[in-house]
């Protein structure tokens, strides 16, 4: 995997979330978190973006696994209004990966 391939990834997930928050009720508290969660996700995209390092190394390449790990369901599970819960979790522990890659990838400059 690639830096663009998780640069895509993660604007898929930012999509994802769009849809879902689309989908709910202003008054929702679940929209909420998910805007929360989109905010720091973005962050993280465009922090990544700017980011020089080596893809070719193992930890990167690891830590690019788990977040193509942690992305698998995200999308069904936004869009399951009745198990949103789920997705959020799965947003959470997209959001926490990709914060996990990008120390990694900061170590292989």
């Known amino acids: 995997m690639t830096k663009l391939d998780l640069l895509r990834t993660i ?5 994802e979330i769009d849809t879902a928050i689309g ?3 202003p008054s929702d508290p679940n929209q909420r978190r ?3 969660l989109r905010i720091l996700l973005d962050d ?3 922090h990544l973006a700017a980011q020089i390092f080596k893809e070719n190394t193992p930890g990167f390449q690891n830590a690019a696994q788990q ?6 369901g995200i999308a069904a599970s936004l869009q399951d209004l009745q ?4 997705g959020i ?4 522990r997209f959001l926490n990966s990709v914060t996990s890659l990008i120390t990694t990838a900061a170590a292989f400059v």
């Open 11 to 15: 604007g898929d997930v930012l999509t």
């Open 34 to 36: 998910l805007q929360d």
């Open 23 to 25: 989908d709910l009720l």
């Open 89 to 92: 979790g799965n947003v959470t």
């Open 83 to 86: 198990d949103l819960q789920n």
């Open 67 to 72: 977040v193509q790990r942690a992305n698998t």
């Open 44 to 46: 993280r995209q465009r």
